[in-house]
């Protein structure tokens, strides 16, 4: 057997390697392999880098056109590129970059340069999406889980099965804790008073043993002469770790207390929850008896017109009233609404008034003017009124304020005809 040949930098190759099985390594290789000379254009691309990217050596023939390709974006390319220029100079060793595939996916892609003899430089390239991704959910997890920690007024402990304190985290809305990070090591029972600490205790065994949250602890300890109330939730970890979790609630037992106090104003209180429950009733039923009398007017002025005794041309020459409420929500149109619209009354209850005269200028009127000011107003200009089928009709509308008792606008009285 002839002996290895020894490369340059120590390692030993077999000399029965030909040329054809090393280009068959290239191409079976799982990574891209990109070879470039000294001036950037490309020499070689494996299959692996068409299959990773789509790109072909004929769609990036240099550097200058990959970064072109892969980075669409100028801002981004100019930033990737400049970082390129030093992985391909020997600055840098490795680059990850958001890369735009020949079909038009965004990739991670990871490249890695070796020099090769003949002054060429040699690129490996992986696709690292799913990696990144799995890094950057991580980094998420943990971002948010520091955020949580911190953004309650809670004290964090961990501990093991026996109750030996092993970590302490306190949020930043937390008062001055009594248990720091200096009681690292020791029992958690002992820290608290003594009834409480063997309910603690039996809480930690319980949640070990069942494996599930314990039921929250609450108790009391005296600080600088002022009780403080607090409660304790045990959680289950992972290998016989627990977590307690310690939040003051004097606040809210004060709070309890104040409403054990005044619970004699129950009445009271109810009592002016239904005065505005019969307030809103009659403002709905102010709107409901205006729209009657509004839509019997309208039947009256109709049967003693002309037209409404028969005469030619009543089908189509009579004004479409639609009532809406303080929303602009119609609640009711009449029978010339739906020859105009070609909806039914049911089909127009509910809908925006805007949705079928969808005019700008005219939406800006009625709102400032009838819904805002409780004035009547009249659309100098000519709108269009979207029909049913999609037609438009050019039409002219006013409106005419509805307003309760006490002069606040509940709703109005749109008059829409034909222009």
Request: glycine share 8%.
């Amino acid at each position: 057997m002839t002996g290895n040949k020894t490369t340059r930098d120590g390692a030993r190759e077999s000399p029965d390697l030909g040329a054809d099985t090393c280009l068959s390594i290239l191409r079976e290789a799982p990574d891209g392999l990109v070879l470039v000379d000294c001036e950037g254009r490309g020499r070689y691309l494996n299959p692996a880098f068409t299959r990773i990217t789509g790109y072909t050596l004929e769609d990036v023939p240099t550097l200058a056109h990959w970064y072109e390709r892969a980075h669409p974006n100028p801002a981004y390319r100019r930033q990737v590129q400049g970082a390129g220029e030093e992985l391909f100079l020997g600055a840098r060793e490795c680059l990850v970059s958001s890369v735009v595939c020949r079909d038009g996916r965004v990739r991670d892609i990871e490249l890695r340069r070796a020099v090769v003899e003949g002054g060429y430089v040699l690129f490996a390239v992986r696709d690292v999406t799913e990696q990144v991704l799995t890094e950057e959910n991580l980094r998420q997890a943990t971002s948010e889980l520091t955020a949580v920690i911190e953004a309650f007024p809670d004290l964090f402990i961990r501990l093991n099965a026996d109750g030996t304190i092993l970590d302490v985290r306190v949020g930043r809305l937390a008062e001055a804790p009594f248990i720091t990070r200096a009681h690292l090591g020791r029992r958690v029972q002992d820290l608290l008073p003594a009834g409480v600490g063997e309910a603690l205790s039996d809480a930690l065994q319980e949640a070990v043993r069942a494996n599930t949250p314990a039921p929250p602890l609450e108790f009391s300890r005296m600080d600088a002469g002022e009780i403080r109330h607090f409660e304790a939730r045990v959680m289950p970890l992972q290998e016989m770790h627990l977590m307690v979790i310690i939040r003051e609630i004097t606040e809210r037992k004060k709070a309890e207390e104040e409403l054990h106090r005044h619970r004699e104003h129950l009445e009271e209180l109810v009592a002016e929850r239904t005065a505005e429950l019969e307030r809103a009733n009659q403002q709905l039923e102010q709107l409901l008896y205006y729209i009657e009398m509004t839509e019997r007017k309208a039947a009256e002025e109709w049967l003693d017109s002309p037209v409404g005794l028969g005469a030619p041309g009543a089908e189509g020459s009579g004004e479409a009233r639609i009532t809406t409420d303080a929303a602009g929500t119609i609640v009711i149109a009449d029978m010339a609404a739906e020859r105009l619209t070609g909806y039914t009354q049911e089909a127009l209850a509910g809908k925006a008034i805007w949705s079928i005269v969808p005019d700008t200028d005219l939406r800006e009127l009625l709102s400032r003017e009838v819904l805002g000011e409780g004035r009547s107003a009249e659309y100098g200009g000519v709108a269009e009124l979207v029909r049913r089928d999609g037609s438009r009709e050019a039409v002219r509308v006013s409106g005419d304020p509805i307003a309760d008792g006490s002069g606040t606008v509940i709703g109005m009285v749109c008059t829409i005809y034909r222009a």
